[in-house]
């Protein structure tokens, strides 16, 4: 602040001023009554220092002083307020990078080891509490989409939906069982994530930066975000389930007029292959559409981040 000041300073005290009001202010009558005044003290100076503040304040040094302390004033604010929007935005940053390194270090840790994952801090606890609840909650969407994932392939969910698979009696007959498995698995996922919300929210609400108007506002920015997107996602899943059972339904009723060749279902009537052409592209669509609201959510964090798009580890593999 001293090397901030200096120059601005220097504009309106010349330094011989600056030297005259250098050997008044060391004085120990006039840091003593300094010191009573920021402390609160109401002592009376003794007679010897009453004289000599008198001879201070009388001082032309010093009028000269009192005439250009609005100036002065003036100058520290704004040196201060330039200063404290610079150090924000290096805080700001520092903070989001210890996200990044956060989502990294999930990104190549296996689930077993996340509650060794270590959320970082800057040394600046209101921030620190903000950088907590959002680590937090991306170790908990991690978990979200781990387990959903793992569960899913427990279930062996894509392999009922290849073509040699698609064009099996038993699969057939178990897909509506694995379809339902699959809604219920989304379904605790989507618990999950609005708990992790929450969690994240109610965190950042202990934190006195949540007191500040503008700070308040993104935030809220960013959790009516993350709501939007676990409603985004859950309806896109279903979607996606819902074309499933549309593509079942149309192979066990057209079971009898397909082959499969080279990984693909050969349909021996045109009609056929036209219908199971446009069942199987909603499916396809609805497929892009569950990776565009993955997407749409990395695009809006950079926004509301004003940093490079990146894809949020926590959404890798969840779509």
Do not use: C
């Not at 800057?122 to 793992?150: M, W, Y």
């Not at 308040?216 to 279903?238: H, I, P």
């Not at 009898?256 to 592209?281: C, P, R, W």
């Amino acid at each position: 602040m001293i090397r901030r000041l200096t120059p601005s300073l220097a504009r309106i005290i010349h330094p011989q001023l600056a030297a005259q009001l250098a050997k008044l202010v060391n004085s120990p009558a006039f840091r003593a009554r300094e010191s009573r005044a920021a402390t609160g003290s109401f002592g009376s100076p003794s007679s010897a220092e009453a004289a000599e503040l008198r001879r201070i304040d009388a001082d032309p040094a010093m009028a000269e002083f009192r005439r250009l302390r609005p100036a002065m004033t003036t100058a520290v604010s704004n040196t201060v307020r330039q200063w404290s929007m610079e150090f924000g935005a290096q805080l700001n940053a520092s903070a989001w990078a210890l996200i990044d390194k956060l989502e990294d270090d999930l990104r190549t840790a296996p689930e077993s080891s996340y509650r060794s994952v270590e959320i970082g801090s800057v040394g600046f606890e209101p921030l620190d509490q903000v950088i907590r609840s959002i680590g937090k909650s991306i170790i908990r969407f991690n978990k979200a989409f781990k387990r959903q994932e793992k569960e899913m392939k427990a279930a062996h969910y894509d392999e009922y939906f290849i073509a040699k698979n698609l064009a099996n009696t038993q699969y057939l007959a178990n897909a509506e069982r694995v379809i339902d498995q699959a809604e219920w698995i989304l379904e605790n996922t989507l618990t999950e994530l609005n708990a992790a919300i929450k969690e994240r929210e109610e965190g950042i609400a202990k934190s006195s930066m949540s007191s500040q108007p503008e700070f308040r506002a993104k935030n809220d920015n960013t959790t009516a975000m993350l709501y939007s997107f676990a409603g985004d996602y859950g309806e896109a899943v279903r979607r996606m389930t819902t074309q499933h059972r549309k593509v079942v339904a149309f192979m066990q009723t057209h079971l009898f007029n397909v082959t499969v060749k080279d990984d693909k279902l050969i349909f021996s009537d045109e009609n056929d292959l036209q219908q199971a052409t446009e069942v199987l592209d909603q499916l396809r669509q609805a497929r892009a559409k569950v990776e565009e609201v993955v997407a749409n959510l990395a695009a809006r964090e950079t926004q509301l981040r004003g940093q490079q798009p990146r894809t949020p580890s926590s959404l890798r593999g969840g779509s």
